[in-house]
């Protein structure tokens, strides 16, 4: 990605407190997250080269420690990955319209040609009727037998729900991949569960649409995108007032 949105306000009010240079390696650690589309490597030697930092490596692991989360891959940011599935999102949606177009094109040009091989051939010998010189045959443009209906590449979370329940199948499957995230980073199964229900409401609330909604939730659970825990220096996972706030709000609400 070479161009994301920047709110000044919502920056400035989380990075307050950093340090000049501190801020400096946030920057500069966001700019080659976006630009390369990958998590940030653990190494913190050769980050601190990238960003030209070599002698600011404190700066730049409170920085990582503070604002990205560890995965296997590297150091992964929650509105670096939002970000990345909007802009997904935006290109599905782009491409989709170009096949209508193209499509729509395509069928144009095949009922032209139809029409014109079905037109009859002009004889300057043989008499014609009125009927012969101004009737066409047209061709047939409506199919007797209907194809099943398809579903749309992109949909909302409420038909993602629907489409579960009408196939038979589990929303996030037992064997999906961000449970074993999850027991790898120490994060409790209830605060999965408790992510999963802000996950839904948030898209219900919203209306977005997703070409793969599982995969938009690995996401958002890998990203922290709702601040519900944060891991302590020796790897411990702490739950936050966010995530009792809206354990409480849920009460003994299943996951839907």
């Given at each position: 990605m070479h161009y994301y949105k920047f709110n000044i306000g919502d920056y400035a009010s989380h990075t307050r407190h950093l340090s000049p240079l501190e801020d400096i390696a946030y920057r500069r650690l966001l700019d080659i997250a976006y630009t390369t589309e990958q998590p940030l490597i653990n190494d913190i030697h050769a980050l601190s080269r990238l960003v030209n930092m070599r002698e600011y490596q404190q700066e730049i692991k409170d920085v990582l420690q503070e604002f990205f989360t560890?995965?296997?891959?590297?150091?992964?940011?929650g509105r670096v990955l939002r970000e990345m599935e909007e802009a997904g999102g935006r290109k599905s949606k782009a491409k989709e319209a170009a096949t209508i177009r193209w499509e729509r094109q395509k069928h144009a040009q095949l009922m032209l040609t139809q029409c014109l091989s079905d037109a009859p051939s002009i004889n300057n010998n043989a008499p014609s009727t009125?009927?012969?010189?101004?009737?066409?045959?047209?061709?047939i443009t409506q199919d007797t037998d209907k194809p099943k209906r398809k579903r749309s590449a992109t949909c909302?979370?409420?038909?993602?729900l629907n489409n579960c329940k009408e196939d038979g199948v589990e929303r996030i499957p037992k064997d999906d991949p961000i449970f074993d995230f999850a027991e790898?980073?120490?994060?409790?199964?209830?605060?999965?569960?408790v992510t999963w229900?802000?996950?839904?409401?948030?898209?219900?609330?919203?209306g977005k649409r997703q070409k793969d909604w599982r995969a938009a939730f690995r996401n958002c659970v890998r990203g922290n995108w709702y601040?519900?825990?944060?891991?302590e220096a020796d790897g411990t996972v702490k739950e936050t007032s966010q995530f009792r706030a809206m354990k409480k709000d849920l009460g003994?609400?299943?996951?839907?």
């Open positions: 560890s995965v296997d891959e590297g150091w992964v940011h009125k009927n012969d010189a101004t009737h066409y045959p047209l061709p909302t979370i409420q038909t993602f790898k980073a120490n994060i409790p199964l209830d605060m999965v569960r229900q802000q996950f839904v409401r948030n898209n219900k609330e919203s601040k519900f825990w944060f891991i003994d609400d299943h996951v839907q």
